[in-house]
């Protein structure tokens, strides 16, 4: 589907299933964008195919389901698959969604706590990958929750909280250097088997094959864990199995996710969750991912053609100027870029408090 000649385009090429595709038009800050999102049902030639298709025509690519790395403090761990798609664009930027995740996600949290919509103090919370959203977890620590780390539980499925960031450190540095070398789908659950159909409004909690086959080996010391906490944060995909595994003991907790559609919140509250909070905004039914928040912010400030001065003005900034290597566009821009954008864009006004 192609834009109009003065309308902005946005795609998000995703490992998860076209089930959950969507195309809308979107107006933002004056300008207006045609935002897609592309699933492949995991298969990553066709991803890498569709992303040298998009190069050069888009403005902004989006990656679903895969990170360039894996994060744990200062250190980076580079994902072989995530960069193998990113490499294939030459000419059009491409974002995993890192920066949203480490810049606007914990500022939008932080607000809804001010608002009560969310009160983490004294909560035992859940992250369920800090590698993934290691930012978010350390404002939920500042917030006052006491955060216990699930990469193990829900990555590996391996009955096993850490509730010491040095720990897991430790552990991290150890393990991250080989899984970063795995296939996605062997750690990773793909949204296409661990969908809300609309038809049956159940959960299929196939997951991923490593661990889907330790969760079931290790069901009732991982339930016991999963019980102890008052609230679930991260990625939707991983959460289900942490919905499906506790079943009927969900009430009073709440989740804190991304990417979730109206029919999907309204299952998990009947599931007897208290709250089902979204850190990105709603449009069209739908909570869009980092990845195509990321690809959106960078695509408005092309169009915008400025960025923010120090006095407030606007100047002329080389930085959205003849970019030629689309995986370290981005690292030019710093957290105050990331959120002038974000508060330019008014999308944090579709966040419902």
């Given amino acids: 589907m192609r834009g109009k000649p003065d309308q902005g385009r946005v795609v998000s090429v995703s490992l998860g299933h076209p089930s959950r595709d969507l195309s809308y038009t979107l107006g933002i800050a004056g300008f207006e964008f045609l935002v897609e999102r592309r699933g492949v049902g995991g298969d990553l030639e066709k991803a890498c195919a569709l992303v040298r298709e998009l190069d050069g025509k888009v403005d902004a690519i989006g990656l679903g389901g895969v990170n360039l790395y894996y994060q744990f403090k200062d250190k980076f761990y580079p994902i072989r698959e995530g960069f193998r798609l990113a490499k294939c664009a030459t000419v059009t930027p491409v974002f995993d969604g890192s920066f949203v995740k480490r810049w606007v996600e914990p500022h939008v949290l932080e607000r809804l706590e001010g608002t009560d919509a969310v009160k983490l103090a004294g909560k035992r919370v ?44 430790m552990a991290s540095a150890l393990l991250m250097p080989v899984l970063g070398r795995l296939p996605l789908r062997m750690i990773y659950p793909s949204p296409v088997l661990e969908e809300i159909t609309p038809r049956s409004k159940e959960v299929s909690t196939t997951g991923a094959p490593l661990s889907r086959s330790c969760m079931r080996m290790f069901s009732g010391m991982n339930r016991s864990l999963l019980k102890s906490c008052d609230v679930f944060v991260g990625d939707l995909p991983m959460l289900l199995s942490a919905i499906f595994t506790l079943s009927q003991d969900l009430e009073g907790k709440t989740v804190i996710t991304t990417t979730l559609s109206s029919s999907e919140e309204e299952h998990l509250l009947r599931r007897g969750l208290s709250k089902v909070i979204t850190l990105g905004p709603r449009i069209n039914g739908r909570s869009p991912g980092a990845n195509v928040l990321e690809a959106l912010l960078f695509a408005l400030g092309r169009r915008i053609g400025f960025a923010k001065g120090e006095n407030g003005s606007l100047k002329q900034d080389p930085r959205w100027q003849g970019e030629n290597n689309g995986i370290h566009a981005t690292v030019r821009l710093n957290a105050v870029d990331w959120l002038w954008l974000w508060e330019r864009s008014g999308l944090g006004n579709y966040i419902p408090a």
């Fill in 126 to 169: 859940i992250l369920v990958s800090v590698l993934d959203r290691y930012y978010l977890g350390k404002k939920c620590a500042e917030l006052g929750a006491r955060v216990f780390i699930g990469d193990a539980l829900f990555g590996l499925g391996i009955p096993l909280l850490f509730g010491s960031w040095r720990a897991f450190e």
